[in-house]
């Protein structure tokens, strides 16, 4: 299990923090020559599903059960949408676009 957070936010602002840094990380690669040819999936798996949407999902699982005084969301549901960030990035770092696809729908659906 992972840890319980008082708010729900602290575990996907530090997603999106690491995401983008390797988002970005690939310019400086790249442009130090270290990279091949530029990753232009990578960058813009890392920035937009993870980086936005993990932000997204901070903030919006955190402030909308406050400012409409509705339940939050449970603790499996909030575990359940970070290890699927986190499987993303996984199959970000692999290569596996169509996985990586899938569980970004999985993960827009599910929030």
Known sequence: MLKTWRD??????????????????????FWFGWLGSYPVVLHTQMMIPLLFFATALGFLLTAVPKFTGTQAASTAEQNALLLVSLAMVL????GANMFFSCLAFV?????
């Not at 993960?107 to 929030?111: C, N, R």
């Open 107 to 111: 993960q827009i659906v599910g929030a």
């Open 91 to 94: 199959a970000a770092l692999a």
């Open 8 to 29: 729900p936010y602290p575990p996907f602002f530090i997603l999106s923090f690491l995401a983008g840094l390797v988002g970005t990380g690939v310019w400086v690669l």
